[in-house]
């Protein structure tokens, strides 16, 4: 059976194996985006002492799907004074980066799309590309909030960006390579091999940015309900809308996937390393570890949106320029000696 | 060293971290929801909610068309029409409630000289067309027929506070 299912796909063009495969990311990608939602709602619940939705289906596992059919069947309205073009071009350029950068995101050493030598260039590169997506819809909204809130947001986006790539710069000089697949390698070992330990303040700084590049609590002011009604997506509805929320949901998950390939050593077993228990969690595959640990991130980011109010536009400038990008500064210089000298337990 | 220390404590996340404790701790705590058509809220007995007309024990109508309430409604929301029945008596033949305009202060039940006019308990209810928001004689004193034993009970319990 295995054998001809091989046999068979081998038998497939190039051209169609690579669009099964992106299928293969995508539509459980997108269910996750979709299922992440309800989650959100219900552990923001249960932090406020509610339960959350459970109407829809049993214990409303079904909220998705209708909210999901909902937005589908809604009108897509174009203001008269927007820019209809760039209008609906918005909110495909703010989520294409989010789907695209999973491309290099290795599930384990061979599951990989494209084990490109330059994968983490590759993610700099693409996820700093979902700023247009905003920019570019609170602009052809041709509204003063949208506008506001496109600003706000670019400047953000961008100010932490710096930080963030600091702190990716030195896992790569840690890892010594650019490749995902061999950044993860290179934390092989147990669990205080992984690079969080000796890259903790990186690794915080890394996932605080990740709160700020999606626009999530406490660095929403991009939409700022309270100052700006929505931020850039006042004007979109339906569809158009709905884009915009898979967007930001897929960019929370590709940045915990990244945190934990970075971080927190991917898709290896936290047991490694420890004689007796590394054999008992030996048959579970790799994949299990890398979503379990993009799982907790997830939660994190739920957490801190339950717990935090949001941060004045000073500071978070202030947090972005004086804090954060000192402190990966020296931390780099740091990491730079620590692998010049061969640092025993991490870098020999 | 005030300073250094405020310092020390806000690089490290100190107070941060306190906010995720507590919000962390209320996430296994005990949840308040009250599961609206299925679990109820307790009501008091003076609870003002759909109005409802009453009749006397031997079945007959308690309104005498006095059209006080309808004079003390501050929503102008009651309107009340009468003529004299076959033996005398002075009825309505008009007793409309305009529910959309009615804001339930309770003041028409204050003023019935004859306890006709109350509001009951109930506080969930909907109209699907337009004009339903106005319930005629008929529907006031279907409601009275219907909930008089709650609608007696609740009254006799507030009578040693009138």
Not at chain 1, 1 to 12: C, K, P, R, S
Not at chain 1, 244 to 261: H, K, T
Not at chain 2, 31 to 54: D, M, Y
């Amino acid at each position: 059976m295995v054998e001809q299912i091989n046999v068979l796909w081998n038998a497939l063009p190039l051209g169609l194996q690579i669009v099964f495969q992106i299928l293969a990311i995508v539509i459980p990608l997108t269910l996750a985006v979709a299922y992440l939602t309800l989650v959100e709602r219900k552990v923001i619940g249960y932090i406020q002492a509610r339960i959350g939705p459970n109407r829809v289906g049993p214990r409303g596992w079904l909220q998705p799907i209708a909210d999901g059919i909902k937005l589908l069947m809604k009108e897509i309205i174009i203001p008269s004074g927007a820019n209809r073009a760039l209008f609906i071009i918005g909110p495909i350029l703010a989520i294409a980066p989010a789907l695209v950068a999973w491309a290099v995101v290795p599930f384990n050493e061979t599951m990989v799309l494209a084990n490109i030598d330059a994968g983490l260039l590759y993610i700099l590169a693409v996820t700093s590309m979902g700023v247009y997506g905003v920019i570019i819809a609170g602009w052809a909204s041709n509204s003063k909030y949208a506008f506001l809130g496109a600003m706000r947001s670019a400047a953000q986006i961008v100010s932490y960006e710096i930080a963030m790539g600091f702190a990716l710069v030195s896992v790569l000089i840690a890892a010594g390579s650019l490749n995902l697949v061999q950044i993860v390698q290179a934390q092989q070992g147990s669990f205080l091999h992984w690079f969080w330990l000796p890259l903790l303040p990186l690794f915080l700084i890394y996932f605080i940015s990740g709160v700020a590049e999606t626009n999530r609590a406490p660095f929403d002011v991009a939409e700022g309900e309270s100052e700006i009604v929505a931020g850039f997506h006042v004007e979109y509805s339906g569809m158009t809308f709905a884009v915009f929320f898979l967007a930001e949901y897929a960019n929370m998950i590709l940045v915990a996937a990244l945190a934990a390939l970075m971080f927190l050593g991917g898709w290896l077993s936290p047991f490694q390393g420890i004689p007796a228990v590394e054999g008992w969690f030996a048959w579970v595959p790799g994949i299990v570890w890398l979503f379990l640990k993009i799982t907790v991130l997830l939660f994190l980011f739920l957490w801190f949106r339950a717990t935090f109010p949001r941060y004045r536009y000073d500071q978070i400038m202030r947090l972005g320029w004086k804090v954060f990008i000192p402190i990966t500064i020296v931390w780099l210089l740091l990491v730079g000696i620590a692998v010049l000298y061969k640092l025993p337990w991490w870098f020999d | 060293m005030k300073a250094i220390r405020n310092y020390i404590k806000s690089l490290f996340l100190w107070e941060l971290l306190k906010g995720l404790k507590l919000t962390g701790r209320y996430m296994f705590g005990k949840k308040i929801t009250v599961q609206f058509p299925e679990e109820r809220t307790p009501q008091s007995n003076r609870f003002r909610g759909l109005h409802a007309l009453r009749r006397y024990p031997n079945g007959e109508e308690r309104c005498i068309a006095c059209k006080l309430c309808e004079a003390v409604c501050p929503a102008a929301c009651i309107t009340i029409e009468s003529e004299q029945r076959e033996d005398g008596t002075r009825r309505t033949t008009r007793y409309d409630i305009d529910l959309f305009k009615c804001i339930y202060c309770g003041f028409c039940e204050e003023s019935c000289p004859v306890d006709a006019i109350v509001e009951t308990r109930i506080m969930d209810f909907h109209f699907e067309k337009r004009g339903d928001n106005i319930i005629n004689k008929e529907q006031l004193l279907a409601m009275g027929d219907k909930y008089e034993k709650q609608i007696a009970a609740d009254r006799a319990q507030d009578a040693p506070y009138r």
